[in-house]
């Protein structure tokens, strides 16, 4: 198979629709023939070949757009020219395209349907509603001048979660041509490792919470911080650590002083990846509060380091938490509720360590990003046969 992927962004950007390509791509590239068509960032070169993936940047012009997206706004030219030299060279048998937001890139659906090749679309991002006024308001005119438009020409897509493909099926799309493959995890990295975390930041704690995302409104932490109160008349012995980076640390740090909190709510700062298994295998309990998420990384990290997990029901979180599993679902946007969670699963330490081990046996045997890239390739095997 020859397999061109197309995003705005690739590794070593780091983002959830970068990491799915950067770990299927170079897992389908022990076998098959893989690039990826891409903008350039600052300190990357034009070409190079990471762990067997060809990958093509182009020169691009990266806008900020703060109030919309969190990432750059990459804005590319030449890139229907590069990605048909690239094809003259290789003859692709399929397109990947990974983000729909990109209009330098959504191109590479034009192209492929003009030479009949197969397009698929790998679908990370819901419809924008329910995140922010100024989301919601350009998001739903972008995918009804733009996006929608993408979403139905492509010829397969693939959904990273049922909620997911539940969700954009609102735009009138065809439920028989998206299957639903997860993103996955490296459980050879991600495994129970040392508690270190416990020992830099939270000495004299008996309970540690976990956790770890962008701190922006999608992630509920108004909610978790507004259930410490009552999580702490319980167990009043606990520190939660916020560990991310984004604009919202500043009014929560100062949130957090007028409650009271400053001893329990922590934010520890940048803390590098290669630690984040000692961080996950440190934690008592991990976190998720948010109000959507199409799937949650941080879960399966998480559950792979043998740590129950605490998540709202938004979106595809009750996908990864089986609840009286490997961890406990609440409704989201309830700091009760919440609060309720997290004191059942402090005040028993054999559900803990039960729910810990089933967290790391899933992951292991759903998520692993072995089992996602043979499915991935079997999706794309299929539908080859049905296409040409």
């Known amino acids: 198979m020859k397999l061109c992927m197309v995003n705005g962004y690739f590794h070593p950007f780091i983002g959830g629709s970068e990491k799915n390509m950067y770990e299927i791509g170079k897992r389908l590239a022990r076998v098959d023939d893989v690039s990826v068509v891409t903008s350039q960032m600052e300190g990357t070169s034009e070409f190079e070949v990471i762990e067997?993936?060809?990958?093509?940047?182009?020169?691009?012009?990266?806008y900020k757009m703060p109030v919309i997206y969190p990432p750059p706004l990459p804005v590319t030219k030449g890139v229907i020219s590069r990605i048909a030299k690239l094809d003259d060279e290789n003859q692709y048998d399929v397109f990947n395209l990974h983000g729909r937001w990109f209009g330098s890139y959504n191109s590479v659906v034009d192209y492929a349907k003009k030479k009949k090749k197969l397009m698929v679309f790998t679908l990370h991002n819901a419809r924008p509603v329910g995140i922010s006024k100024t989301i919601d308001l350009f998001g739903t005119t972008y995918d009804g001048l733009r996006g929608k438009d993408v979403l139905r020409s492509v010829d397969r897509i693939i959904s990273v979660s049922h909620a997911l493909k539940k969700d954009i099926m609102e735009y009138g799309l065809d439920g028989d041509k998206i299957d639903v493959?997860?993103?996955?995890?490296d459980t050879e990295f991600y495994k129970p490792s040392e508690k270190t975390f416990r020992e830099e930041h939270a000495e004299g704690f008996d309970n540690l919470?976990?956790?770890?995302?962008?701190?922006?409104?999608?992630?509920?932490?108004?909610?978790?911080?507004?259930?410490?109160?009552?999580?702490l008349k319980e167990h009043k012995s606990t520190r939660l650590l916020i560990v991310g980076k984004g604009?919202?640390?500043?009014?929560?740090?100062e949130k957090i002083s007028k409650m009271g909190?400053?001893?329990n709510i922590i934010f520890p700062g940048f803390i590098d990846d290669a630690r984040m298994p000692e961080l996950y295998s440190s934690a008592d309990l991990f976190v998720l509060p948010s109000l959507w998420e199409t799937f949650g990384f941080v879960l399966v990290e998480a559950g792979a380091c043998g740590t129950p997990l605490c998540g709202s029901n938004a979106g595809g979180i009750p996908e990864v938490i089986q609840d009286g599993k490997n961890g406990l679902v609440f409704e989201k946007a309830d700091p009760k509720a919440l609060a309720n969670k997290v004191n059942i699963m402090l005040s028993d330490?054999?559900?803990?360590?039960?729910?810990?081990?089933?967290?790391?046996?899933?992951?292991?045997?759903?998520?692993?990003?072995?089992?996602?890239?043979?499915?991935?390739?079997a999706f794309y095997s299929r539908a080859m046969e049905e296409f040409y």
């Open 181 to 185: 493959i997860y993103n996955g995890v």
């Open 261 to 263: 909190l400053d001893n």
């Open 209 to 231: 919470l976990v956790f770890v995302g962008r701190i922006i409104q999608q992630k509920g932490l108004d909610h978790l911080i507004d259930a410490m109160p009552a999580i």
């Open 349 to 377: 330490n054999n559900l803990r360590r039960d729910m810990g081990r089933k967290s790391r046996e899933i992951a292991v045997e759903k998520f692993d990003w072995e089992i996602i890239s043979d499915q991935t390739k």
């Open 52 to 62: 067997g993936i060809n990958v093509h940047r182009l020169p691009t012009k990266h």
């Open 247 to 253: 604009k919202l640390v500043p009014r929560l740090q």
